[in-house]
């Protein structure tokens, strides 16, 4: 498949979020457990669990990814030392036990997955904007900016009211 631009240097901001945000953004909490992953384009992706118990897909994609190591670190250690805390004999501990609490903003994306008996599934994605987390520490930790789209348009607004 052929690149569609050649020099990654080209690619603003605007272009990127253009091509990540196609739908509204929206604001909710949900909780993240350690489970990561990484599409072909490595962005980061960690398991989200809805209020309902849904499992999601959240991405930090584009510039954001790079900074969602903090996050991704933060789960890890959390994973780690619940593993560490088990008393020998007993059941490891189950990775939806460990959460980590997130208010994110974001557009939804829809992914259908054609199976091995050509069933279709359909999955939900949460592409992220912009996040925050209480740290380990407790200190509260925010990441991000509004989509590029988003911005220009509150811009508009700005300078139509004048």
Known sequence: MKKRISNPDDITPAYEDQGLFKKPSTELVINLIPKFGKNTRHDVIIKGLMENGVEVDVIFAGRRKHQAAELVTLMKR??????????????????????????????????????EQNLYCVEHQLLVARWAYHGSGGEFCSFGEPPYVQQRFKEFLEKSRE
């Not at 593993?83 to 997130?102: A, E, F, H, I, L």
């Open 78 to 115: 959390k994973w780690e030392e619940a593993n560490y805390s088990v008393v020998k004999g007993s059941p490891p501990p189950k990775r939806k036990s460990v959460r980590v609490p997130t208010r994110v903003q974001g557009s939804w994306r829809t992914r259908v997955i054609d199976d």
